[in-house]
């Protein structure tokens, strides 16, 4: 994605940045292990 939209991730990076935004966020890392979690169960995948 980076490579794709170079702008946009550099201003969701500025967003994260600011405490008025990141503060409402989840961290990113649980959110990706969340997420690929559920996925693994849909698959059947340990």
Same mark, same amino acid.
């Given at each position: 994605?980076?490579?794709?939209?170079? =702008?946009? %991730?550099?201003? $969701?990076?500025?967003? @994260? &940045? =600011?405490?008025? %935004?990141? =503060?409402? @966020?989840?961290? &990113? =890392?649980? %959110?990706?292990?969340? %997420?690929? &979690?559920?996925?693994? &169960?849909?698959? $059947?995948?340990?």
């Amino acid at each position: 994605m980076v490579a794709e939209f170079p =702008k946009l %991730v550099e201003w $969701g990076e500025r967003c @994260l &940045q =600011k405490e008025s %935004v990141s =503060k409402y @966020l989840s961290d &990113q =890392k649980e %959110v990706y292990e969340v %997420v690929l &979690q559920i996925i693994k &169960q849909k698959l $059947g995948i340990e």
